[in-house]
């Protein structure tokens, strides 16, 4: 049993679901498989009919999904109905790609002769998703696979249950099949070992898989094996930089958003701050100011974040304190830690006994060696550290490997441009937060945080669909390609007077 409570109010129960064993799931992968060749008979602007029916019901359910988002993982209610939204947009986008998914004509080398392409879906799904982001990111999966033709089995995260089971409804009501999406709750190892039997017994075609980088290595080796490629949306440490030009107000709204919104627990949080030299001291004495006076506590409040998703993510987060050196210089809060009556917050909005919230951390003098600036935290703890050429920034800014979202801030276009080709991120913001991409730009990482899969907008339909190439020669002769070529006269020699 999987039994879900609010991180705000452990003492409230959710959902207690049933869990999912490796054999139930292969089941369920099975049921979907059977169905995929019935579902993607289906005209694709029909499954663009379905995909826009549940867009409407999702956002007809908008403020209830949000609360249960907001009850079960803790995430602020501005930022649940703003997550919401992001499925709704999504649905928005892919409806209308049921007119489109387009295919092309080719010109042929030959007379008599047309080639063509098509997109054929992929088959069966397996999409695993994590706790952060329980509606949009599983959306930017199932949405664009379902309009494609292929069915889904869907793994939510153990965390958040009720909205997955809430979400999985609002795509039945809207004319999902029920043997087209099946939702199963399961932990890691079952989970596991039943993608290592749907891929032997070719029941799964593809997976998908948004988590940290160490489960997304395993996946895509297991995957690699039966010579697939899983979509992998992994881990960041994605840095900031802060130019001496940058409207610096600006520069900080967007670092203390990044670095603490959804408690850190984003793909997107923002990892590292880098301040050139010369502003260092002061942008940081602000920063520190911002951090020190910002709402924390009940997410239904105006707050900057919540509670973490659940006593898991808290460890982890007290785990990453210990990397805490004695030449870096911590500030951000009262304490570090847990936020609890003996280790107060000041100015806690609600009663921190009863959930787990954790203290924002702001770790300054990180350099290039400290384990800190290669770990992805995700929590509400950001380091700071400083540079002095725009170089040496974005040198910094690669480092560690990880390339999933970065940032710069500056008024100069050289400085943009220069950044902008230097980052090996999938994702640059200019003057902008490391959080907050559109539901229709490319979303993914490089190295470390993903093997190159994007999502979102036309670049997720390469990952749920397959090109078929088609030649059809009309001539009633065999033309041979590359051998019955038409040769034209010319004169190679030729030269003007
Ligand atoms: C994630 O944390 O996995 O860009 C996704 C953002 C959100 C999605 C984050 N739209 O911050």
Redesign the pocket.
Known sequence: MFKSTNPSDISQVITTVEAASAEQIVAAMRKTKSAQKGWAKLPAPTRGRVIANVGRLVERNKEKLAKLITSEMGKVYREALG?VQ?VVDTCDFFLGEGRRLYGQTVPSEMQNKNLFTFRMPVGNVFIIT?G??PT??PSWYIVPALLAGNTVVWKPSEFTPAVANALTDLFHAGGVPKDVLITVVADGEQTFSALETGLKESIINKVGF?GSTAVGKKIGAKTGEYIQSACL?LGGKNPMVVMPDANIDLALDGALFAGFG?AG?????LGTLWIHESIYDSVLAKFTALVENAAVGDPFKDVLFGPMISEKYLENHLAHLKMIQPHHKVSGSTATGKITAKNPRKGFVGDPEKGVFAHPVIVAGVTKDDELYRTETFGPLVTVGKFSTLDEAIELANGHGYGL?SAIYTNDPQNVWRFREGISAGMVSINNS??????HLP?GGNGLSGNGSRQSGIWVLDQFTRWQSMNWDWSNKLQKAQMDLIEIKHDPNFDLK
């Open positions: 997550e992001e994590a952060n982001f949009a990111v948004t949306e959804t627990q984003r793909c997107t949080s979202s490391t959080s907050g991409a559109e539901a979303f």
